[in-house]
C-alpha cells in the first residue's frame, strides 16, 4: 500500500522537472522577456495571452483567470488527478525513484521503466496503425468511415488506423523497434500460439484508447472483413495499462470541455462519440466493453468537481429494450453524485452517430436537450409495462414502482418523487404512495420502520421488487487503488494554490504610490534574489512595509533566508511561510513580468527599484525623527536630543551611499 511520499522527494522532483518543458505539452509558449514566457492560458478562454510561466522560478500564473502553483499543481489541474499522481508521473519522466513514509511503497524502479516500454510500444503501434489507414489494403476501413460522415480530418484528430491482414504486420514493425518478444506479451496487442506470438488485431479499423493524460494504453478494433471469424468489437485485453473499468474513450479528448461546462455525455461506441465531439457536444466519451461503474465515476468526479456545486452527467441509450436496461443499470451508480444525471433516449433507435448522418449536428444536440432525469425514467420506464387504465394496472404499477422509489437515497428527492408517482398513476391521495414507498422500503432492509432507509443498492430494490432483466444490478463500487484519506489529506496542503485575495488583506489599490513602489520591490527581490548583497538583504528586512498583505510577504521572504537553494526551492519555502490565502499572490509576484529585454537592464532595474524602496524608507525615518526633534526641548532632554541628531546624520549618510551607489 501507499505511504505519504517524503516531502524532500516531492521537492527535488518539483526542483528537477523543467516546467516549460511540461507546460510546452499544453500550451505555445513565446519569450516574454528575460527568462518568462506567455502563451493563451489553458484555464481559461483568452485571445491575448495572460498566462505567464518563469522556469527558474518554477511558477506559473495567469493574469487573467489568477490560476497559478508549480509544475506538480499544473500537470495536477491539466491531467485532473491527485497530487501524489502528479508526483509520482513527474518522477517517473526524470527517472526519480521516490520514497514513502510510513513504510509504504510506490510504484518501482523497474515497473516504472517497464510502464514506459508498454507506453512507447502503444504510442508506435499508434502511428504504424495511421499510416497503414492510407494504405490501398485499408480500402474498406476508409469506406466505413465515409459511410459514417467521417473525412480524413476527422480520422486523424481521432487517431483512427487500420490492422492490415496477416499475422506479423504490427509484430515486426515492433521487433524493427526494439522491441522483445516478452515485453510485446504484455501489450495486449498479440495472442500466442504454438508457433509463438502474432498480431491480436488483423484486417480492422482501429481506435486508440487513451487515457486522461493522452497516453495510448489499448485499442479498440471493428470487424471489416466477412471472413473475419472474429468479434464485431474486439478490444485490448486487460493488461498493467488497460483497465476496461476505468478508461473511457475519447476522455483525453474530452476532458477539459466536461471541466469546464461541467457536464458528462456517455454514449455507446467509438463512432458515437466521434460524432458528437464532430457534432460540437465535446464533452461525450463511451465506455469500453463494460458499463459505467463505479472506477468510471470517480474519473467523472474529478473532471465535473462533483462537490455539490452543480454539474450533470447525462447517459444515451438506444431506445430498444437493451438500451433500457443499460439506463436503468446506471440508476444505481447515479446516487454516487452529486451532480444531476439524466438520460437521453431516441425513440427511433438511432444512436448518435446515425442521427447525425440522417439529420445532421443539430439533431445531436437535441437528443442531449430533450434529456429525462435519470430517477423519472426508471419510475416511467417501471410504470411502461402495465395498463394504467385499470384498476389492476395501477395497482401493479404501484407495486412495482414503490422499490424503485424506495431505493432513492436523498430523502427530499425520495418524497418528492413519491409525490410524482401519486400524479402518474391518477392517484387522489399521495399518501396512499407514501405508504407503499415505505413498506418497500421496509421489505428490502428486513428491519423495523424507525431504522435507517436507502442503504440497499437501487438495483437491488428493483430485482426485489420483481423489476426483471431491465433493472440489472450495477457494478461494485470497490474503493480504487488511490492513496488513501492520509495522502488525500496530504495532497490537499502540499497542493492547492489560493484562489484570490482574502478579506484579510485587501488587494493592494495600484493607483497607491507606495504600494506600487512595495510590489515593485517584491517583484525584484522575488524573481532575483541573486541581486541583493548581505547588506541589501538587511536594509530589506528592516523596511517597513505600508500594505497587510505586501507586509505578510515580506514577513514570509525574511523567514525564508537569503536565497541560497535553487530559486524553485527558496520560492517554495516563501510560499510556505505565508498565510495559506497569500500564496497566489507570491506567485502572481514570482510571474509578473519586468521592464526589461537585456541583462545590463534588468540588472540596472532592480538595483534602481531596491535603492527607491531603501530610500523611501530613509526618507520616512528621518521624517519621524525630524518631528521628534521638533517636539523636544534640548535644555530639558540634551542627551537624547544628540542622539536623534546623530541618527539624522546617520540616516543622511546610509541616503548618500545609496545613491553613491547607485
Same mark, same amino acid.
Given at each position: ?35 518568462? /514566457? ?168 482501429? /481506435? ?215 400524479? /402518474? ?144 526551492? /527558496? ?92
Amino acid at each position: 500500500m501507499a505511504g505519504l511520499i517524503r516531502r524532500e522527494d516531492i521537492d527535488e522532483v518539483r526542483t528537477r522537472t523543467d516546467l516549460k518543458e511540461m507546460v510546452d505539452a499544453y500550451v505555445t509558449l513565446k519569450s516574454a522577456g528575460i527568462g518568462s /514566457w506567455k502563451g493563451l492560458c489553458p484555464f481559461h478562454d483568452e485571445r491575448s495571452p495572460s498566462f505567464h510561466v518563469r522556469p527558474q522560478m518554477g511558477y506559473f500564473h495567469c493574469f487573467g483567470c489568477q490560476e497559478s502553483g508549480d509544475v506538480i499543481s499544473f500537470i495536477q489541474k491539466m491531467d485532473h488527478i491527485t497530487f501524489s499522481e502528479a508526483v509520482e508521473k513527474l518522477a517517473a519522466k526524470i527517472g526519480y525513484e521516490l520514497r514513502y513514509e510510513d513504510g509504504g511503497t510506490g510504484p518501482r524502479r523497474e515497473d516504472i521503466g517497464r510502464r514506459q516500454r508498454l507506453l512507447d510500444a502503444h504510442k508506435i503501434a499508434g502511428e504504424f496503425f495511421r499510416a497503414q489507414l492510407l494504405d490501398p489494403g485499408a480500402a474498406a476501413g476508409r469506406q466505413f468511415l465515409a459511410e459514417r460522415g467521417f473525412d480524413r480530418a476527422a480520422a486523424e484528430h481521432f487517431g483512427v488506423g487500420f490492422a492490415p491482414k496477416g499475422w506479423d504486420a504490427l509484430l515486426k514493425h515492433l521487433g524493427g523497434r526494439g522491441f522483445n518478444h516478452e515485453e510485446l506479451k504484455l501489450t495486449g496487442m498479440f495472442s500466442e500460439g504454438s508457433r509463438g506470438i502474432y498480431d491480436r488485431f488483423r484486417g480492422r479499423l482501429m /481506435w486508440p484508447i487513451r487515457d486522461i493524460a493522452g497516453d495510448t494504453v489499448g485499442f479498440g478494433a471493428r470487424k471489416l472483413f466477412d471472413d473475419d471469424q472474429g468479434p464485431k468489437y474486439l478490444n485490448t485485453p486487460e493488461t498493467t495499462l488497460y483497465k476496461k473499468s476505468q478508461v473511457l474513450y475519447g476522455i483525453d479528448l474530452a476532458k477539459r470541455s466536461i471541466a469546464s461546462k461541467r457536464q458528462l455525455v456517455v454514449v455507446e461506441g467509438y463512432t458515437d462519440v466521434m460524432a458528437c465531439h464532430l457534432a460540437g457536444v465535446d464533452t461525450a466519451v463511451a465506455t469500453c466493453g463494460t458499463a459505467f461503474g463505479a472506477d468510471h465515476i470517480k474519473v467523472a468526479r474529478r473532471l465535473l468537481s462533483d462537490d455539490g456545486s452543480g454539474g450533470e452527467v447525462v447517459f444515451t441509450f438506444d431506445g430498444d429494450a437493451a438500451g433500457q436496461k443499460a439506463a436503468l443499470k446506471a440508476f444505481d451508480e447515479d446516487q454516487r453524485f452529486t451532480a444531476q444525471t439524466y438520460v437521453a433516449v431516441e425513440p427511433s433507435g438511432a444512436d448518435p452517430c446515425e442521427l447525425r448522418q440522417r439529420k445532421g449536428d443539430e439533431a445531436v444536440h437535441a437528443l442531449i436537450r430533450s434529456r429525462r432525469p435519470l430517477f423519472e425514467f426508471a419510475i416511467r420506464s417501471t410504470l411502461a409495462k402495465f395498463d394504467l387504465s385499470t384498476v389492476e394496472g395501477r395497482v401493479s404499477g404501484l407495486r412495482e414502482s414503490a422499490p424503485v422509489v424506495a431505493a432513492i437515497r436523498d430523502g427530499s428527492t425520495r418524497m418528492g418523487y413519491s409525490q410524482e408517482l401519486a400524479g /402518474w398513476l391518477g392517484l387522489a391521495d399521495p399518501n396512499e404512495v407514501l405508504r407503499a414507498v415505505k413498506n418497500a422500503d421496509r421489505k428490502a432492509h428486513n428491519t423495523p420502520q424507525h431504522e435507517t432507509r436507502g442503504r440497499q443498492r437501487p438495483a437491488e430494490a428493483m430485482a426485489g421488487a420483481g423489476a426483471r432483466a431491465a433493472t440489472g444490478a450495477g457494478p461494485n463500487g470497490q474503493p480504487g487503488a488511490g492513496h488513501g484519506a492520509a495522502q488525500e489529506r496530504a495532497d490537499s496542503t502540499q497542493g492547492d494554490i489560493a484562489a484570490g485575495m482574502p478579506s484579510g488583506f485587501a488587494r493592494p489599490d495600484p493607483r497607491d504610490p507606495q504600494g506600487r513602489m512595495e510590489r515593485e520591490a517584491l517583484e525584484v527581490v522575488l524573481q532575483h534574489p541573486g541581486y541583493l548583497s548581505a547588506g541589501n538583504w538587511q536594509h530589506f528586512a528592516a523596511t517597513e512595509f505600508v500594505n497587510a498583505a505586501y507586509r505578510a510577504v515580506q514577513g514570509g521572504i525574511v523567514a525564508a533566508g537569503q536565497a541560497q537553494q535553487s530559486s524553485v526551492q /527558496w520560492l517554495e519555502a516563501v510560499r510556505a511561510a505565508v498565510p495559506p490565502e497569500l500564496e497566489q499572490l507570491v506567485a502572481e509576484l514570482a510571474l509578473s513580468p519586468l521592464p526589461a529585454t537585456r541583462e545590463d537592464t534588468l540588472a540596472r532595474y532592480c538595483r534602481d527599484i531596491l535603492r527607491r524602496l531603501f530610500e523611501l524608507q530613509i526618507t520616512r525615518l528621518k521624517q519621524e525623527r525630524l518631528g521628534a526633534l521638533q517636539r523636544m526641548d534640548p535644555a530639558v532632554d540634551p542627551e537624547n536630543y544628540q542622539l536623534l541628531q546623530r541618527e539624522l546624520m546617520e540616516l543622511e549618510t546610509a541616503r548618500r551611499q545609496l545613491r553613491g551607489d547607485g
